[in-house]
């Protein structure tokens, strides 16, 4: 784009030269400075001119166009490594060490007019025709048949395939798009926010760190081939599937030049019967039916598992193949991953006896899910030991893991997957919302009481002593920054009981570094993260500055009125676009939003006109009702804040007129965006607020005066409201607050780990049950390996 436009300008540049050079010539040869048969000597200047530059211009486009797909092919190259690393470390996982596929037979329906071979097939088969020629692909089958295992060893297979120029497979958990919604502008218009490119896109920036220009041209140009894993799961399997048929109207949206964009979709056999009966399917996509594991296929399986000795899974597969218990055997182990888990369980150990008879199919699965973390987790065990006492074991992975206890791992995972059933394994829902909650507010807290203790003198000792003035006493720049410390304190806890995962996928995709290479990494990322916040602090104070300069002294106090009353808006959308913020879930929320400002209000009011000590009386009893209704869930969080605001305007009800200046008009701000946010970010809108956080984040990379010219008048206004030494109150503490909240995760998890609820390493911890093939990746986040084991965990936790 920056190359496009300077073309314009060189060109542009050029006309302007011509013309101005053919003006000059008229104007010459008018006045008699000029004679007619210089004018070709004249001209020849410009002309020539013009024309460098449009030769100029035509070898910048050229090499521009040259840049571009050279740069598009070097994305698809880093992208295609990327997803390699990932999803052949996912087939070891998943099949063991040499990736041995169970071949299992597969019926293959068409596409309608399809050119691929119907009927009775193997996955080997499958994958040989489908790599040759990508295409719509529909994988169904029971649970557990082994329709995650065959897409990403279909990923792998077309990694392998793909030349320098073509699409790159990219596999993720479909559960994770989001709706698309149609929304009324303003004006009356509409547009559409969310939809399965954009989701697409920005899985594509968070999963493999590609840039988000680079994301969305791939995303267009339909280079990434979507491998979308768990259709099935996008509802509750007692439900409607609203949301599956919502997606698969997205999909088939989702075309490409040559009609219909290639992907491949696994989704569980009865459901997607339930969707084709509500005439909702894949359009134009080849249908596989995956079966079952015969005795045979088990008996393979086994022996590549084994190298062909003897293992103690033998006397299984002859109770498969015998029919012994009526078939308990063979119906237990006919999917894939019971089979692996059998094989994990009884195929490396000879101390554990198969259920070859006696016991139902259930009872055996059962058996298998019980024992299957202490198996994992003894074998995990062994090779770190192995690789401690290896020559080179630290270059492995195993090198730099620890050892675990199997009850303490089946308690973590087990708190893990309650979490993960009421809505996801978040770092808030696994320590729990009360341990988060008491370790963000004291963190905070602590730091910063500290801050306010120590930096306010040390920048006393170096402003002049004329600055150093508290508008209205030490008492109100002490409540204002305790306002801004307990802001964050409240709104930390959110955000990692929402969207902060327990630990990054990152440790598995990436070479363990020493400790020097992470120091650097470390001081790098927070020199970048804050250097940003500094610089905007520092403007803050300078606007703070200002008025020593005696330059805004002629200012109207109407205008700082109206300035108080646009910034506190923009104030607050800049700090709540970051968040996925919601004001209310539902009616009854609204109806709180409405009802508590009011009651807080005149009540304050009141109270405050009567009697200062009835007011204090009516505040603490208002505080202590509003808290108890919050924590029993009867109060959205942000009718806290309609609670504070009305207490603010009890208390300064007569000075909300435009006499007031910028304290009345930051009010009055507050207010109307309390009154927006509760009228536009009601139920379903965190796509709007992630549209204002995006909308932010853009005009700060275009441009950072925007942003400094709101903060230096904000500065302004607030020495206006608080004095210099206030606002440096406030600066303060906002800064130490930002700092708390960075530390709280720490904490909690400190909290965590001495209550037994979370390791005290989470990241290290999951990592090892990563290799320990407890859990897999997708999409760049950690999940279980399997339904039946989350399932199974969350209705044992211990």
Not at 178 to 193: I, L, N, Q
Not at 208 to 231: I, M, Q, W
Not at 450 to 476: I, K, M, N, S, T
Not at 635 to 659: N, R, S, T
Request: hydrophobic content about 45%; some cysteine.
């Amino acid at each position: 784009m920056r190359e496009s436009t300077g073309v314009r300008w060189l060109l542009g540049g050029g006309v302007v030269v011509l013309v101005a050079g053919c003006g000059w010539a008229g104007w010459s040869v008018r006045d008699g400075g000029l004679g007619p048969g210089d004018m070709a000597g004249v001209l020849g200047v410009p002309l020539g001119v013009l024309g460098i530059l449009v030769g100029a211009g035509v070898g910048l486009s050229a090499l521009r166009l040259q840049r571009a797909s050279d740069a598009r092919a070097v994305a698809l190259d880093r992208l295609a490594r990327a997803v390699g690393d990932v999803e052949v470390a996912e087939r070891t996982h998943m099949l063991g060490t040499g990736g041995h596929l169970i071949d299992l037979a597969v019926d293959v329906t068409p596409r309608w007019g399809g050119a691929e071979p119907p009927g009775p097939q193997r996955l080997s088969d499958v994958a040989r025709w489908y790599c040759a020629e990508p295409g719509r692909l529909v994988v169904t089958g029971e649970p557990g048949a082994g329709k995650t295992v065959f897409a990403v060893h279909l990923v792998v297979r077309l990694l392998d395939a793909r030349g320098t120029e073509d699409a790159v497979p990219v596999r993720l958990a479909i559960r994770d798009l989001p709706p698309a919604r149609t929304r009324r502008r303003w004006w009356g218009g509409r547009r559409t926010v969310g939809g399965f490119e954009h989701w697409l896109k920005d899985s594509l920036v968070k999963s493999y760190e590609v840039p988000g220009v680079v994301a969305a041209d791939l995303v267009s140009r339909r280079l990434v081939v979507p491998v979308l894993d768990g259709l099935d799961e996008m509802d509750p399997e007692d439900g409607e599937p609203e949301r599956a048929c919502q997606a698969l109207a997205e999909l088939n949206a989702y075309q490409g030049a040559g009609g219909s964009a290639p992907l491949v979709l696994t989704c569980r056999e009865q459901r997607y019967a339930e969707l084709s009966g509500l005439h909702t399917w894949l359009r134009e996509a080849t249908l596989l039916r995956v079966g079952g594991v015969d005795a045979e296929q088990a008996q393979r399986y086994v022996a590549l598992r084994s190298d062909g000795r003897a293992s103690p899974m033998d006397a299984v597969v002859d109770a498969m193949r015998d029919g012994t218990a009526s078939g308990a055997v063979a119906e237990a182990l006919s999917s894939p991953f019971y089979l692996g888990l059998a094989f994990a369980v009884y195929g490396e150990s000879a101390d554990v006896a198969p259920p070859v008879s006696g016991a139902s199919a259930d009872e055996i699965r059962e058996q298998l899910l019980a024992r299957y973390v202490p198996a994992a987790t003894r074998s995990a065990n062994e090779a770190v030991r192995r690789a401690r006492g290896s020559l080179t074991g630290d270059l492995t992975v195993w090198g730099w893991q620890r050892e675990y206890a199997p009850r303490r791992v089946h308690r973590w995972l087990g708190r893990m997957a309650q979490a993960a059933e009421r809505g996801g394994a978040t770092h808030g829902r696994v320590v729990g919302p009360y341990v988060t909650r008491a370790a963000s507010v004291l963190t905070i807290a602590v730091v910063a009481a500290v801050a306010l203790h120590v930096v306010p003198d040390l920048v006393r000792g170096v402003v002049p002593e004329e600055w150093w003035v508290h508008r209205d006493g030490l008492g109100q720049s002490l409540w204002f920054a305790g306002i801004f410390a307990m802001g964050i304190a409240f709104v930390q806890p959110i955000t990692l009981c929402e969207d902060t995962p327990v630990g990054s996928s990152e440790r598995v995709r990436q070479s363990r570094c020493r400790w020097p290479e992470r120091l650097r990494h470390t001081l790098m990322s927070a020199t970048a993260t804050g250097g940003r916040g500094v610089l905007v602090l520092g403007t803050l104070a300078v606007g703070a500055m200002a008025p020593f300069s005696a330059a805004y002294a002629a200012v109207p106090v109407a205008a700082w009125y109206v300035v108080g009353i646009l910034l506190a808006p923009c104030l607050c959308l800049a700090y709540l676009g970051a968040t996925s913020f919601v004001a209310r879930r539902d009616r009854r929320g609204l109806v709180a939003c409405v009802v508590v400002p009011l009651v807080t209000g005149t009540v304050v009011w009141a109270a405050t006109v009567y009697d200062s000590v009835l007011a204090l009386a009516c505040l603490g009893g208002i505080v202590l009702v509003t808290v108890v209704l919050w924590h029993a869930r009867v109060l959205p969080g942000f009718a806290l804040a309609g609670a504070f605001l009305g207490v603010v305007i009890g208390v300064a009800y007569e000075d909300l007129a435009p006499d007031g200046g910028f304290k009345a008009g930051a009010t009055v701000g507050a207010l109307l965006f309390y009154v927006l946010a509760c009228v536009f970010l009601g139920p379903g809108s965190e796509p709007r607020s992630a549209t204002i956080g995006h909308l932010w984040r853009r005009a700060q990379q275009a441009s950072n005066l925007p942003v400094f010219f709101i903060m230096f008048l904000a500065g302004r206004g607030a020495e206006v409201m608080l004095g210099f030494a206030g606002v440096v109150f406030g600066i303060v503490a906002f800064g130490a607050a930002e700092l708390g909240g960075s530390m709280a995760r720490g904490v909690s998890t400190l909290g965590g780990a001495a209550l037994g609820r979370v390791p005290p390493r989470p990241g290290a911890f999951l990592a090892w049950a990563y290799y320990a093939g407890l859990l897999r990746v997708v999409g760049g986040e950690y999940e279980f390996r399997h339904r039946e084991l989350r399932e199974w965990l969350a209705r044992n936790p211990r």
